[in-house]
């Protein structure tokens, strides 16, 4: 029997009060009258009508939305090939120069990675836009998603792709029929890290990024230094919104997949 | 065949777009600024031959290495960014440890409930939630409209664009890197030891800094290292919620890169940053290391 006492639920309602009323103030004061974001002025949605009529925040959102899709699905493809590599592929040259590589970004300041990327980018004279950013947004995002799929790959048992392999599927056919259905949870939830990842970035995309794209954090970013305002407000508490519902589905899902398995295998082991 | 392309794809995708680049920035840390685009020389030029690249490397020099030690700036940033990395790192463990503690000793059906609470602030956008504190802590803000209420205070505290509200922030949205690898190690840990301290005499104090300090260092060290090593470079917080007084060397570099245009100084500060870097970033995978091993 584990000890529930007030100490414990001090520690918890005080530090879930200290993660989420700083959020919830965000989205009350979206909902305010006033032009001044501290003065309580009555209940209006005035700025998320400004918001949607403001035309440079839609395009920023349209490209950062392209820039997420586009480098989280590259992410996605490369970080599982690599995953694959580092778990399967066994001893190759360069192989430990591979695998710095693959777990150097997950601890490099962005300043460095950003200030690099252009350098390479101005060096080879790529023009800098949407292109730039997703090539930079893909390269860190590819090294997540490898550890989120290798340690998935890690854990499951090789025999089954012995026996496809033996049953006389080919490698890609074994890869695509059982490693793939099997490493599919991980693979989905690298995809949406990677693109959580592309969405939130403001350093790397104002390193790479050129004058003609502009991404909703670099835009939010340079409205913000200026100081607070209801319309940022606006936008954060769709974005929350957003975040909240995506991340109460997902578990949903896997919790119910994993439902679906425990019975599933319960099934097959019953005697026939 | 299929091999060879499994491993060739991903790899030189590496090597093209983080080592190349890397080496880029060495090599421009060591060149000198000019007045041309790209503002800084030598430039490599292939096509005069061998005695291109010879000149070109008879150029290079430590001068914006050297430069960084004549200006106290620098080593002002680089030690206040060490500075608040490592107080902020400890203040993240004071905050986190409690809450960490009490999700492990909370009811098993509870537990993946808090562990999503936990996690879903990460998948909101970390600007947006550094920008919340901004209208919590300016000085016409909430918490100084609180205080005022409640009478704690009669002049609005300054908070906003001190280092104190660099601190906030960074134990704000840090906190679920520290309070999750503390938690599985808790989660992990069996309470019949506890017991078995207590009937040997153990106070309740005393089995807690004897057993359960103990078993969950391992998590107490990988949060540390997880909110240690980005703070260092972190960019963001000190730029909005930090004043002119917050040095920080992601910010220095920024500056360099987009106000000064001192190209060759920017990736001379990069260099030493992640050279700073280098001993946590060794430390941690060591950790991490151990741990698997004593899993495994």
């Given at each position: 029997?584990?000890?529930?006492?007030?100490?414990?639920?001090?520690?918890?309602?005080?530090?879930?009060?200290?993660?989420?009323?700083?959020?919830?103030?965000?989205?009350?004061?979206?909902?305010?009258?006033?032009?001044?974001?501290?003065?309580?002025?009555?209940?209006?949605?005035?700025?998320?009508?400004?918001?949607?009529?403001?035309?440079?925040?839609?395009?920023?959102?349209?490209?950062?939305?392209?820039?997420?899709?586009?480098?989280?699905?590259?992410?996605?493809?490369?970080?599982?090939?690599?995953?694959?590599?580092?778990?399967?592929?066994?001893?190759?040259?360069?192989?430990?120069?591979?695998?710095?590589?693959?777990?150097?970004?997950?601890?490099?300041?962005?300043?460095?990675?950003?200030?690099?990327?252009?350098?390479?980018?101005?060096?080879?004279?790529?023009?800098?836009?949407?292109?730039?950013?997703?090539?930079?947004?893909?390269?860190?995002?590819?090294?997540?998603?490898?550890?989120?799929?290798?340690?998935?790959?890690?854990s499951f048992d090789q025999s089954l792709e012995e026996a496809a392999l033996d049953l006389g599927c080919s490698a890609f056919d074994a890869f695509r029929l059982v490693t793939l259905p099997i490493i599919a949870p991980a693979v989905i939830s690298g995809w949406l890290l990677a693109f959580t990842l592309s969405l939130d970035d403001l350093v790397i995309a104002s390193f790479t990024t050129g004058p003609s794209a502009t991404t909703l954090p670099i835009k939010i970013f340079s409205a913000v230094r200026l100081g607070v305002s209801p319309e940022i407000n606006a936008l954060s508490t769709i974005m929350i919104a957003i975040v909240t519902v995506g991340v109460i589905t997902a578990s949903l899902i896997t919790k119910q997949a994993a439902v679906r398995q425990a019975r599933d295998e319960r099934m097959a082991e019953r005697p026939a | 065949m299929r091999r060879f392309i499994l491993i060739a794809v991903p790899y030189l995708w590496l090597v093209a777009l983080f080592l190349i680049p890397f080496v880029i920035v060495l090599k421009i840390s060591l060149s000198d600024v000019a007045l041309a685009r790209p503002p800084y020389m030598p430039q490599l030029d292939f096509a005069a031959g061998w005695s291109g690249l010879v000149s070109f490397f008879a150029e290079l020099d430590?001068?914006?290495?050297w430069f960084l030690t004549t200006d106290d700036l620098y080593w002002k940033a680089y030690l206040s960014s060490l500075q608040i990395a490592l107080v902020s790192t400890v203040l993240t463990l004071i905050v986190g440890y409690p809450i960490a503690y009490a999700m492990a000793r909370?009811?098993?059906?509870?537990?993946?409930?808090?562990?999503?609470?936990?996690?879903?602030?990460?998948w909101t956008s970390f600007l947006i939630r550094v920008y919340a504190w901004m209208g919590i802590l300016a000085n016409e803000g909430l918490l100084n409209q609180f205080l005022l209420w409640l009478g704690v205070i009669n002049t609005p505290l300054t908070i906003l664009n001190t280092n104190t509200a660099v601190y906030i922030g960074i134990v704000y949205t840090y906190l679920p890197f520290m309070i999750l690898p503390i938690y599985s190690a808790l989660e992990r840990m069996d309470d019949s030891l506890l017991e078995a301290a207590e009937d040997l005499g153990c106070s309740r104090l005393s089995a807690f800094w004897l057993v359960t300090i103990p078993l969950s260092k391992n998590g107490i060290i990988a949060g540390?290292?997880?909110?240690?090593?980005?703070?260092?470079?972190?960019?963001?917080?000190?730029?909005?919620?930090?004043?002119?007084?917050?040095?920080?060397?992601?910010?220095?570099?920024?500056?360099e890169f987009f106000s000064n245009r001192d190209w060759p100084v920017a990736s001379a500060v990069a260099v030493i940053l992640l050279l700073i870097l280098v001993i946590p970033i060794i430390l941690f995978q060591r950790n991490e290391q151990k741990q698997r091993e004593a899993e495994g």
């Open positions: 029997m584990r000890r529930f006492s007030w100490f414990n639920a001090t520690a918890l309602s005080l530090g879930f009060a200290f993660l989420y009323i700083p959020m919830i103030i965000l989205v009350v004061y979206s909902f305010n009258a006033s032009k001044l974001v501290t003065v309580w002025a009555g209940f209006s949605t005035q700025w998320y009508g400004e918001l949607i009529r403001n035309e440079e925040f839609l395009n920023a959102a349209w490209v950062t939305i392209k820039v997420a899709v586009m480098s989280s699905t590259i992410a996605t493809v490369l970080g599982t090939m690599a995953a694959y590599v580092l778990v399967r592929a066994g001893r190759f040259s360069g192989r430990t120069l591979f695998s710095g590589m693959i777990y150097a970004p997950l601890v490099m300041p962005e300043v460095i990675t950003g200030l690099s990327l252009l350098l390479l980018f101005i060096g080879i004279g790529l023009d800098r836009g949407v292109l730039t950013i997703v090539l930079a947004h893909t390269t860190f995002s590819m090294c997540y998603v490898s550890v989120v799929v290798s340690s998935r790959l890690v | 430590f001068d914006n290495f909370a009811a098993p059906e509870w537990r993946p409930t808090l562990l999503m609470l936990v996690i879903l602030p990460f540390c290292f997880l909110v240690f090593i980005p703070v260092i470079g972190e960019f963001v917080i000190p730029s909005l919620l930090g004043g002119s007084g917050t040095l920080m060397i992601g910010k220095v570099l920024w500056e």
